[in-house]
């Protein structure tokens, strides 16, 4: 089993969100009810308020003391773009984006106004062939490289799922294909996106001649990057789950006589969903991590490109724009991480076997 | 010239020349008529393709193309342009050469290498050439303080310019007593900044090292040892020591006197007075299927060049300001104004004057010469990257296969017509520039003579010579 050092152990014993997962927390619950017993005349509301309010006091206190610290400190490295820049700064460069994004769309408006106004004139003037439909060509907005990042890594982490579900489910139910693709997965699995990158890239190139794909050629790079990263955990859990069935089920199929597709549908996939989902979960992180390195060197316009463009420019403002874009990258992750989580509950309730 | 073929061609003449022909063919005419008029007939025409890409690196002589969109140049001819930072060279090659761009900011000797096949062989044409000077060459502070004191210095105690590479030769001694080999940094192993870097060194003595067949490090036998960073992460590398100096483009060694970690010693400028540097570069089948889409983007850009030099100079505060922007260069607005409107920072405190540091439209800038391509031809050969000696007519073919001023006349000549730029402003040439001086090591350069030039080197490779892993040999 693959495990992170923060993830929560027992999914089946953590709920998506934070304010239920407080109330399910035991130690928690032990502290409310120390409080009732203190006190039994406190309403039930009261209780749960004060319950969630001693689940959030640490993390909070944690949060704070971060921001303190990096206040702080932040002030005495002294680069040669100036001093690191400090939460303050950060926001202000989160807020400098926002503006960016709010005067790119004012352009845009502008720009199709404009194109808008040009078209009327030459269809009134009596030359239709001068009307143009142009798409606004200005430069991707922050929000833009958030909405292509997302993209690209659903694109690699679905490609990811349905090359390793099939390939984990045959290495779980057969020996003797585990043991051949077992040292090619483990040789695998440690390659950095990085060194994938150039082979990729070489390959899409010479496969994508047309002049105007569907996709661009970077976008497709960068989602197989992603999946080339970020199937080995979704690979590797599925095989557990399917190997760890219990044999007294699958006696029970034989005895039954079910066909191949029937216990496969009806034994092996509901009692390794729990791990597929485990590894798909950590998967979705692997790739959301590999994807800013694929972007930053393959040009896919996402979050990894917006970060290097910014280092490549190194003007007084370049280091707090990254660090907000860290901060964004942490929380996408982050919320990535929650969706998958709430997912794996979801099925791990409604399957058990 | 004309494409004649004749004995005593080599084999990648010849090949040039049989291609060329093919080209022509492919454009529906008979290749005896001459390609010039060929192409400028079918230039007038709606514009083709006009959703285009194009490619750039954060240097601040990207500028005619960020002011050909910002300034309503490209809409003006129909076309509606996407610019996009690219992370390196390679990468904007491959670029190009891929068809995600359809055309780039270029090193002079990007489409010339692809073409004669060295590194990523591709038919890439350069049909303007973007701008005159625009590099320096940055020291580290360290060596710096150790060649500082030696320097002569003038009358109001700041040091003679030009710098000679002379004075780095004790400092490269001392490195190489103390067993360290002495790096300097460049951006491309075809790039102007290699080969001015070279030359710089070279006309002071210092050995910057042949490139062979098989190597294509350049360091064989070589007193500074040079390697490839991209431009905007050569002032981190010369901070993190790896380097000792570097040659680039703007803002890149103003970036260095900004954050103190650097010194700049010697412009390109000072090297070879007003050389020819990036060029716009595009496929050449790319020309061929939209004739019309080249000639207005090459109008757009001629229309951006002029704008940037007009009025001696009074747009540039504003071109600071667009440049600026983090899309473009996105380097803060008073290190990028600190080369482009007329000075030059060295030392802290040493602002010199620099008219001609950054020039996009003046002295026919973007006119492609074919004795412009001759020169980094030579200097291909010279260090090697070409590893054998060829005729002088296979440099003509060379430069003619890839410089396009066919092209260029075709677009300026109708911006003439139509009043937009002077007609002076577009030279009446065979291409060649005739002898040039203005070296700094005092040797004359004629395009028309490129096995002449190559022969009065002190250092680098003469006729008949050849590199291998062990050094340079002689037949």
New interface residues.
């Given amino acids: 089993m693959m495990a992170t050092a923060f993830a929560d152990t027992d999914p089946t014993e953590t709920a998506p969100a934070s304010v239920s997962a407080v109330a399910s927390d035991p130690s928690a619950t032990a502290a409310s009810k120390a409080i009732s017993q203190d006190e039994p005349e406190a309403s039930p509301r009261l209780l749960m308020f004060r319950s969630v309010l001693s689940g959030l006091i640490w993390p909070i206190t944690g949060i704070v003391a971060f921001l303190g610290l990096w206040a702080v400190l932040a002030p005495q490295v002294d680069t040669s773009l100036g001093t690191l820049p400090g939460p303050a700064e950060v926001t202000e460069a989160g807020f400098g984006l926002y503006e960016e994004f709010s005067a790119a769309k004012d352009a845009e408006a502008a720009f199709y106004a404009q194109q808008d106004a040009n078209n009327a004139a030459a269809i009134a003037a009596g030359t239709p062939e001068r009307v143009r439909d142009f798409t606004y060509a200005g430069p991707p907005t922050f929000l833009d490289q958030i909405i292509t990042s997302l993209e690209t890594v659903a694109l690699g982490f679905f490609l990811a799922t349905i090359f390793a579900v099939p390939i984990g489910l045959m290495a779980g139910l057969s020996t003797r294909f585990n043991a051949a693709i077992n040292p090619l997965v483990q040789i695998m699995k440690p390659v950095s996106p990085l060194a994938w990158l150039p082979i990729v890239t070489m390959v899409i190139s010479a496969m994508i001649t047309s002049a105007d794909p569907l996709l661009p050629k970077a976008f497709v790079i960068s989602a197989l990057v992603v999946m080339l990263c970020s199937l080995w955990p979704t690979l590797i859990n599925t095989a557990v789950g399917t190997s760890s069935i219990d044999k007294d089920l699958l006696n029970v199929g034989k005895v039954l006589r079910l066909g191949w597709f029937d216990k496969l549908t009806k034994l092996v996939l509901p009692a390794s969903l729990p791990y597929i989902f485990t590894g798909m979960r950590l998967s979705l992180g692997v790739g959301w991590m590999v994807l800013i390195a694929a972007e930053m060197l393959a040009q896919n316009p996402g979050l990894g490109k917006f970060v290097w463009d910014e280092f490549q420019n190194g003007s007084s403002q370049s280091l707090s724009r990254i660090m907000f874009a860290v901060i964004v990258i942490g929380l996408i992750g982050f919320l990535l991480d929650r969706g998958m989580m709430a997912l794996q509950t979801l099925v791990s309730k409604n399957r058990t076997v | 010239m004309k494409f004649t073929g004749g004995f005593g061609f080599s084999r990648r003449g010849v090949l040039a020349a049989v291609m060329a022909s093919a080209a022509l063919a492919a454009c529906g005419e008979t290749p005896s008529e001459g390609e010039g008029t060929i192409v400028a007939a079918s230039l007038g025409g ?1 514009v083709e393709k ?2 285009l890409k194009f490619g750039f690196i ?1 240097l601040t002589d990207m500028a005619p193309l960020a002011i050909a969109k910002e300034k309503g140049y490209f809409a003006e001819e ?1 076309l ?8 390196n060279w390679k ?1 904007l090659l ?2 190009v050469i ?3 761009l359809d055309g780039a900011h270029m090193l002079a000797g990007q489409p010339l290498a692809a073409t004669i096949g060295y590194g990523t062989k591709a038919d890439l044409i350069a049909p303007l050439s973007l701008d005159l000077n625009g590099n320096a060459i940055t020291l580290s502070n360290k060596v710096w303080d150790m060649i500082k004191a030696d320097l002569p210095k003038g009358e109001d105690g700041k040091p003679i310019h030009p710098i000679s590479a002379e004075v780095l030769k004790p400092v490269v001694e001392s490195f190489e007593s103390q067993g360290k080999p002495f790096n300097m940094g460049m951006v491309f192993p075809v790039s102007t900044h290699n080969y001015e870097l070279r030359y710089w060194l070279a006309a002071g003595g210092l050995k910057p090292g042949y490139y062979s067949d098989g190597d294509v490090q350049g360091v064989i036998d070589a007193d500074v040892k040079l390697s490839v960073t ?1 431009p ?2 050569l ?2 590398t010369l ?1 993190a020591g790896t380097i000792e100096g570097y040659c680039v483009g703007e803002p890149w060694n103003q ?1 260095a006197v900004f ?3 650097g010194v700049p010693v010697i412009t390109d400028d000072q090297i070879w007075n007003d050389n020819p540097e990036k060029v716009f570069g595009l496929r050449e089948d790319f020309a061929e299927k939209y004739p019309a889409t080249t000639a207005a983007m090459l109008r757009a850009i001629i229309k951006a060049q002029q704008w940037l030099d007009a009025d001696g100079g009074a747009n540039r505060k504003e071109a600071v300001e667009i440049l ?1 922007r ?2 473009y ?4 607005a008073e ?1 990028i104004a600190a080369s482009m409107t007329g000075v030059f920072t060295f030392e802290p405190g040493d602002t010199r004057e620099a008219e001609g540091f950054n020039i996009f439209f003046d002295k026919f800038a973007g006119y492609p010469y074919y004795s412009a391509a001759i020169w980094y031809l030579t200097q291909m050969r010279r260090w090697g990257q070409i590893a054998d000696d060829k005729d002088d007519q296979w440099y003509f073919d060379t430069a003619k296969a890839v410089y396009r001023p066919d092209l260029y006349l075709a677009a300026a000549n109708k911006l003439v017509e139509d009043g937009v730029i002077p007609a002076e402003s577009v030279p009446e040439t065979d291409g060649y520039r005739g002898e040039q001086s203005g070296f700094i090591d005092g040797i004359t350069y004629d395009g028309s003579k490129p096995n002449d030039y190559l022969a009065k080197f002190p250092i680098g490779l003469k006729a008949g010579q050849s590199v291998t892993a062990a050094g340079v040999s002689s037949e």
Wanted: charged share 20%; net charge negative; proline share 16%.
């Fill in positions: 709606e006009p959703n954060k129909g509606n342009v996407t610019l996009e930072p690219q992370a990468v491959d670029g891929g068809g995600q991209p905007p992460q002032p981190a901070e970036a954050k103190k970690i600026s983090p899309n260069v996105g380097a803060d290190v």
